[in-house]
T-cell receptor, first 110, second 116 residues
């Protein structure tokens, strides 16, 4: 089974940086995904890590440490439109199923 | 290029009614997934298709839930004799499924089911 933990809520100021942590305990691991989900909308893909280290994509970066069962999503230069839920998901070793955390609601204030 | 579409977007059912939720995946995507998302929670896996074959239905909560993908494209999730605990958003996702390293799942907007 999968146990994936992330904080429930975070608040930050426009222009600032926020780091969303995700820890996981899984029976198998074949990659970690971050999705963004605005209220009432589809989750949209942000990033993917399967090897240790940092993946940078514009204002968003994601880090993975497989030995620690730990990932974080870093959002830089926050904009109001970044207010959303951020979902951490682990793909199991069978290479298809995603197990999600409960999501972190980020609120960006002016 | 169209994304994953789902219909209806909203469905209200009386307890005991049967419902059918439709998913149109991205054209050419081999893999199709159904997830259930309760309010304030992350999506929970229900079932997985590779083309028309249902390879994993371990997440279906009861035998009232049934999914099919008869021609390997459009899929339908059917819930019989709906109960209040079935109220949730039902998300469909598809992926290329051709052994790519990332094989990202792309999600539809979901169907919000409310059972009264």
């Amino acid at each position: 089974g999968q146990n994936i933990d992330q904080p429930t809520e975070m608040t930050a100021t426009e222009g600032a940086i926020v780091q969303i942590n995700c820890t996981y305990q899984t029976s198998g691991f074949n990659g970690l995904f971050w999705y963004q989900q605005h209220a009432g909308e589809a989750p949209t893909f942000l990033s993917y890590n399967v090897l240790d280290g940092l993946e940078e994509k514009g204002r968003f970066s994601s880090f993975l440490s497989r030995s620690k069962g730990y990932s974080y999503l870093l959002l830089k230069e926050l904009q109001m439109k970044d207010s959303a839920s951020y979902l951490c998901a682990v793909r199991d070793r069978d290479d298809y199923k995603l197990s999600f955390g409960a999501g972190t609601t980020v609120t960006v204030r002016a | 290029g169209a994304g994953v579409s789902q219909s209806p977007r909203y469905k209200v059912a009386k307890r005991g009614q049967d419902v059918a939720l439709r998913c149109d995946p991205i054209s050419g995507h081999v893999s199709l997934f159904w997830y259930q998302q309760a309010l304030g929670q992350g999506p929970e896996f229900l079932t997985y298709f590779q083309n028309e074959a249902q390879l994993d239905k371990s997440g279906l909560p009861s035998d009232r839930f049934f999914a099919e993908r008869p021609e390997g494209s459009v899929s339908t999730l059917k819930i019989q004799r709906t109960q209040q605990e079935d109220s949730a958003v039902y998300l469909c996702a598809s992926s290329l499924g051709r052994g790519g390293i990332i094989d990202t799942q792309y999600f539809g907007p979901g169907t919000r089911l409310t059972v009264l």
